[in-house]
């Protein structure tokens, strides 16, 4: 006869899901002992929550379906909250099971209301009320004949609307119960489903009409693609439609390997750190079509009043909240799937009328060549190594079906994905929202798992490699073909930066110097039995980069480069004398250029100082 451990577990391989991560505990026993007996799915053992927790995002991301991380009671659940907020913040559809102590065990009545203790059962935590704020749906399994309908609900909702984390936490005798009648299992219905998520949006013939006639008006059309159309799983009418419109591209960083870095009408990545003619081309545009793009602080630079301010702006947001923060900033706010959207603007595709703006494509491509993010200063030989040399000889070194993923906060993500190439069938992933440290080394593994064993690239701090450096444990034990390159700069390079930028010479916690030191790589490599390799500096770069990438396994490389080296071109912000702060315009990135100069870039009226 199943248990009931028997029948969730089977239900997670019914969903397509290969693998799951997790750490086993007493509190999710019998889980771990029916995933063990399941052919379907392979068990991917962590050596830590918070890793399995961002290795089922990541695998949710790669493989743009359902991740499972399956944890036990308590710390095993808190620990995983980190995972879990990632997911939220990115969309990421991901299910999170945790064991939990036996239901007479828990501090609540049999009415479900609690005891007023703060634990009654060993290792309890009440998981379910500390994740539901950052869930779609999180609930605790009492009656063991609703398990089907709970189960049901939370794929449902995992996957439908805007994507998210979902929770089910189970009890330790609920996992043990004997189903006996699995026809008394009740199902869910989604069309009873009154959670407010289901996606659907009125009038989008109209609206994509009014997008169409607002497009046919335009001198500078700009399009803005986020990763709304990846999870909308559009990125095959996302390319149609981009090249019927054949009109200079924009991507954020979540989508930027939606467009391949050398397509011709790509301008790049705008936002708060981003390529000057990226910036240019949204600011200048006098129509936006902005989809899946949540158009957050870091890409409006904390001004969306000021975003594109002289455009025809359409936003298709799935999340209607998305939308209501930027009013009364956006002409045409659509609440739609971007996939729905992208659908019916190829249906409508007789009413785009071709016009000549071969002056604004041509203008766009000047910006892009002409100021590039990285420089031939980055490039000189006679220095430690640059970020900017480094990401663009990854970009380029690399091969197209290599994963690429970068790590963590600061430098990993600011200067690297700023600077990477993106080529056609390559994959970046990062964290967005959360820009935790911690995230690279799980996420790595997963994304290499969820390709099949591909060569994957991580790209780190040295910092934040340190949070689950325990992973390589699960590297070397599973073989996993994996690169890691770690930008040594001596700790907390990010921290160091804000703390020299607003008091000076006093810093705590950010390096040697000041309370925080960073073990030996090489050995940390050794010690796991992986191999390891040093670029001192730029003499050779491009040859080192090659040789790391041309071993056989997983490497560590311990990468010195500049200790602190600028971030830019980025937004500046200038503090008032009451003590608040006002960025400068998206478009008048720091190092400021000339004003002449400035002002020869901008078509629409410049802001005044």
């Known amino acids: 006869m199943p248990k009931l451990s028997d029948y969730l577990i089977q239900f997670v391989a019914d969903q397509g899901v290969k693998h799951v991560f997790l750490v086993t505990g007493g509190g999710a026993m019998h889980l771990n002992e029916s995933l063990s007996r399941c052919k379907a799915i392979e068990p991917v053992c962590n050596s830590h929550e918070?890793?399995?927790?961002?290795?089922?995002?990541?695998?949710?991301?790669?493989?743009?379906?359902?991740?499972?991380?399956?944890?036990?009671?308590?710390?095993?659940?808190?620990?995983?909250?980190?995972?879990?907020?990632?997911?939220?913040?990115?969309?990421?559809?991901?299910?999170?099971?945790?064991?939990?102590?036996?239901?007479?065990?828990?501090?609540?009545?049999?009415?479900?209301?609690?005891?007023?203790?703060?634990?009654?059962?060993?290792?309890?935590?009440?998981?379910?009320?500390?994740?539901?704020?950052?869930?779609?749906?999180?609930?605790?399994?009492?009656?063991?004949?609703?398990?089907?309908?709970?189960?049901?609900?939370?794929?449902?909702?995992?996957?439908?609307?805007?994507?998210?984390?979902?929770?089910?936490?189970?009890?330790?005798?609920?996992?043990?119960?004997?189903?006996?009648?699995?026809?008394?299992?009740?199902?869910?219905?989604?069309?009873?489903?009154?959670?407010?998520?289901?996606?659907?949006?009125?009038?989008?013939?109209?609206?994509?009409?009014?997008?169409?006639?607002?497009?046919?008006?335009?001198?500078?059309?700009?399009?803005?693609?986020?990763?709304?159309?990846?999870?909308?799983?559009?990125?095959?009418?996302?390319?149609?439609?981009?090249?019927?419109?054949?009109?200079?591209?924009?991507?954020?960083?979540?989508?930027?390997?939606?467009?391949?870095s050398d397509e011709p009408l790509y301008v790049g990545r705008p936002g708060s750190v981003a390529a000057r003619g990226a910036n240019f081309a949204l600011q200048n545009c006098d129509f936006l079509l902005a989809m899946g793009v949540r158009l957050d602080f870091a890409i409006t630079g904390y001004a969306p009043d000021k975003l594109a301010r002289e455009a025809h702006k359409v936003v298709v947001d799935i999340d209607a909240a998305e939308l209501a923060k930027l009013h009364?900033?956006?002409?045409?706010?659509?609440?739609?799937?971007?996939?729905?959207?992208?659908?019916?603007?190829?249906?409508?595709?007789?009413?785009?009328?071709?016009?000549?703006?071969?002056?604004?494509?041509?203008?766009?491509?000047?910006?892009?060549?002409?100021?590039?993010?990285?420089?031939?200063?980055?490039?000189?030989?006679?220095?430690?190594?640059?970020?900017?040399?480094?990401?663009?000889?990854?970009?380029?070194?690399?091969?197209?079906?290599?994963?690429?993923?970068?790590?963590?906060?600061?430098?990993?993500?600011?200067?690297?994905?700023?600077?990477?190439?993106?080529?056609?069938?390559?994959?970046?992933?990062?964290?967005?929202?959360?820009?935790?440290?911690?995230?690279?080394?799980?996420?790595?593994?997963?994304?290499?798992?969820?390709?099949?064993?591909?060569?994957t690239i991580c790209v780190d701090g040295d910092g934040g490699f340190q949070f689950n450096i325990q992973e390589l444990e699960t590297v070397a034990r599973l073989n996993l073909p994996i690169k890691f390159f770690v930008l040594n700069n001596d700790g907390y390079g990010s921290i160091r930066a804000s703390q020299k930028n607003y008091f000076g010479k006093e810093s705590i916690g950010c390096d040697a110097s000041t309370g925080l030191t960073v073990p030996n790589l090489a050995k940390i490599a050794a010690a796991y039995g992986i191999k390891s390799a040093l670029i001192a500096d730029q003499k050779n770069l491009r040859r080192d980069v090659r040789a790391v990438l041309d071993t056989p396994g997983p490497v560590l490389c311990d990468v010195h480069v500049i200790p602190d080296e600028t971030r830019a071109p980025r937004l500046s912000s200038t503090q008032k004398p009451d003590g608040t702060f006002v960025s400068r315009p998206l478009e008048d990135l720091w190092p400021f250029l000339d004003r002449s100069e400035f002002l020869s870039n901008m078509i629409v009226t410049p802001l005044q100082d």
């Open 50 to 260: 918070q890793a399995s927790a961002i290795c089922a995002e990541a695998y949710a991301k790669a493989t743009n379906s359902l991740g499972v991380a399956m944890v036990t009671t308590g710390p095993g659940g808190t620990n995983a909250v980190t995972g879990v907020a990632g997911a939220w913040l990115d969309s990421t559809p991901v299910l999170f099971i945790s064991g939990q102590v036996k239901r007479p065990d828990r501090m609540f009545d049999a009415e479900g209301k609690p005891l007023g203790m703060r634990q009654l059962g060993v290792q309890e935590v009440d998981i379910v009320s500390i994740v539901r704020p950052i869930t779609k749906y999180a609930v605790t399994i009492l009656d063991p004949y609703s398990i089907r309908y709970h189960l049901e609900k939370a794929a449902f909702l995992a996957r439908t609307g805007r994507p998210g984390p979902v929770w089910i936490d189970v009890p330790l005798d609920v996992q043990a119960f004997p189903l006996d009648d699995l026809s008394a299992l009740k199902g869910f219905d989604p069309e009873q489903d009154d959670s407010g998520d289901a996606g659907a949006v009125a009038e989008i013939q109209d609206q994509v009409r009014q997008t169409i006639a607002a497009l046919n008006r335009s001198e500078r059309p700009l399009l803005f693609a986020g990763n709304g159309i990846r999870l909308a799983r559009a990125e095959k009418e996302f390319h149609e439609l981009r090249k019927l419109l054949n009109i200079p591209i924009a991507a954020t960083w979540c989508a930027a390997d939606l467009v391949p």
């Open 328 to 455: 009364p900033h956006i002409e045409q706010p659509v609440h739609a799937d971007a996939r729905a959207f992208l659908t019916e603007m190829l249906r409508q595709r007789e009413a785009i009328r071709p016009r000549d703006r071969s002056a604004w494509d041509a203008r766009c491509a000047d910006w892009k060549t002409r100021y590039p993010v990285v420089t031939e200063e980055h490039r000189n030989p006679d220095t430690q190594v640059s970020i900017y040399h480094l990401a663009e000889i990854i970009g380029t070194e690399t091969d197209a079906k290599d994963q690429l993923v970068s790590g963590s906060s600061g430098a990993g993500i600011e200067i690297f994905l700023l600077a990477c190439p993106t080529r056609t069938g390559q994959r970046i992933y990062h964290t967005a929202g959360l820009g935790s440290m911690g995230f690279g080394l799980p996420m790595s593994i997963a994304v290499c798992l969820a390709a099949g064993g591909r060569q």
